[in-house]
């Protein structure tokens, strides 16, 4: 693990702060929009992530240079899913690897919430309804792709990389989850999905349906 996993959720030496929103559309004149996590972060190690990163604290570096106001990044949502995926995205890119998410299985969105190297959560500047149903129904495949998927938009590669050397370097097709196989082959957008790094999961993705699909339509 990365050394840098001890600076997860570590408040001492923080100097910014990453909010993770919630848009949720109700129907005309009804969207709403819920800050569900606060966590402190690291300009430093983000920046050092992603390139999107770095210039957003670079912008906020040269509007503020005068206050003395920790800047926040800010990553919107839209499915209460992508919560912890948002959240994971973050930690992985502290711990380096996505790797002690898959150890812990289904209990990966607990896992997510504590300081690396612990195996219990807590709230952290959670959102309770963010770390409920949805999050616990969130096993690790599922959080490993909807990872994937905010990885790429926000230019994380080394957090996107992790994500599928998880899948397709653990999973054979006919372990990965319904669900999963569904999300790789339909949520992943275009530019992704025709990327070389994710050819083998989404190869996997179809003969995890396609064994499916024979099975059922077998007399």
Same mark, same amino acid.
């Given at each position: 693990?990365?050394? $840098?996993? *001890?600076? &997860?959720? @570590? +408040? ?6 990453? $909010? ?9 004149? *009804?969207?709403? %929009?819920?800050?569900? #996590?606060?966590?402190?972060? !690291? ?16 912008? &906020?570096?040269?509007?503020? !240079?005068?206050? %003395?106001?920790?800047?926040? %990044?800010?990553? !919107? ?28 299985? *289904? *209990?990966? =969105? ?8 612990? @195996? ?9 309804? +963010? +770390?409920? =149903? ?5 096993? &690790? ?21 992790? %994500? ?5 370097? /653990?999973?054979? #097709? ?10 790789? $082959? &339909? ?6 999905? !025709? ?7 989404? /190869? ?5 349906? #396609? /064994? ?6 077998? =007399?």
């Amino acid at each position: 693990m990365s050394r $840098l996993a *001890s600076a &997860w959720l @570590n +408040s001492e030496y923080a100097d910014a702060e990453a $909010l993770i929103t919630l848009h949720e559309t109700g129907g005309e004149l *009804s969207d709403t %929009c819920l800050l569900v #996590a606060r966590l402190p972060v !690291h300009r430093l190690i983000l920046a050092a992530a992603s390139p999107y990163f770095a210039a957003l604290f670079e912008r &906020w570096a040269q509007r503020h !240079h005068d206050t %003395c106001e920790r800047p926040a %990044c800010v990553l !919107h949502v839209t499915a209460p899913e992508d919560v912890p995926a948002a959240v994971a995205l973050l930690r992985c890119c502290y711990t380096g690897t996505f790797e002690d998410l898959v150890q812990s299985g *289904s *209990s990966a =969105p607990t896992l997510l919430l504590a300081p690396a190297g612990h @195996n219990k959560g807590g709230t952290c500047g959670i959102d309770a309804a +963010s +770390s409920g =149903p949805a999050a616990a129904a969130t096993c &690790w495949q599922q959080l490993a792709v909807r990872t994937l998927v905010l990885a790429d938009r926000l230019d994380v590669a080394g957090v996107a990389e992790s %994500c599928v050397s998880a899948l397709s370097g /653990r999973l054979f #097709a006919h372990q990965m989850e319904w669900e999963c196989a569904m999300a790789a $082959l &339909w949520l992943l957008p275009e530019p992704l999905a !025709h990327q070389q790094m994710v050819a083998p999961l989404r /190869r996997m993705a179809q003969v995890r349906i #396609a /064994r499916d699909a024979a099975g059922t339509a077998a =007399p």
